[in-house]
T-cell receptor, first 110, second 115 residues
């Protein structure tokens, strides 16, 4: 099966940088996704990594190390609207399905 | 359509009744997922359809849950003899599928309340 671990909650200050970690175990790894989910809304796609390294997209960057089963999402210049849950998801396993972690609830404070 | 569409958006049902939840994926997407999300919790995988392959049903919590996908498009998730613990938001997502490295797009979900 697949196992995905991320911290439950984090708090960071507006304007700061925050790093949200995700560790995973899966067979047949075929990509890692980060999604953002505001309360009461559906998840929306943020980033995708399949090769080792850093992918940068504006204020958001995502890093992957396949050998370590590790990823992080980096959010820079935090804004109040970044308060949301951040979900790490891995594609893999025999069926190549996408499995989500339980999410990290980020609270941005003034 | 432009996005993944789910209906109904809200459903209140009495314990013991059957319910049917519908998902219209993005046209051309061959992969379709159902997830369940309880209040404040992460996404719990239920079932995955990929093209004409046999679905991965490993996440269905009991035999009261079933899903089908007709014509490789619309999917229906059926919950029989609903229980209060079935109350949750049921999310559907679709992807282009196959080995293409694409993200999943989510519908707005069906909020199911069993009373």
């Amino acid at each position: 099966g697949q196992n995905i671990d991320q911290p439950t909650e984090m708090t960071a200050t507006e304007g700061a940088i925050v790093q949200i970690n995700c560790t995973y175990q899966t067979s047949g790894f075929n990509g890692l996704f980060w999604y953002q989910q505001h309360a009461g809304e559906a998840p929306t796609f943020l980033s995708y990594n399949v090769l080792d390294g850093l992918e940068e997209k504006g204020r958001f960057s995502s890093f992957l190390s396949r050998s370590k089963g590790y990823s992080y999402l980096l959010l820079k210049e935090l804004q109040m609207k970044d308060s949301a849950s951040y979900l790490c998801a891995v594609r893999g396993g025999g069926y190549q399905k996408v499995t989500f972690g339980t999410g990290t609830k980020l609270q941005v404070i003034p | 359509g432009a996005g993944v569409s789910q209906s109904p958006s809200n459903k209140v049902t009495e314990k013991g009744k059957d319910v049917e939840l519908r998902c219209d994926p993005i046209s051309g997407h061959t992969a379709l997922y159902w997830y369940r999300q309880s209040l404040g919790q992460g996404l719990e995988f239920l079932i995955y359809f990929q093209g004409n392959s046999a679905p991965d049903k490993s996440g269905l919590p009991s035999d009261r849950f079933s899903a089908e996908r007709t014509g490789g498009s619309v999917s229906t998730l059926t919950i029989q003899r609903t229980q209060q613990e079935d109350s949750a938001v049921y999310l559907c997502a679709s992807r282009l599928g196959g080995n293409r490295q694409t993200e999943a797009f989510f519908g707005q979900g069906t909020r199911l309340t069993v009373v």
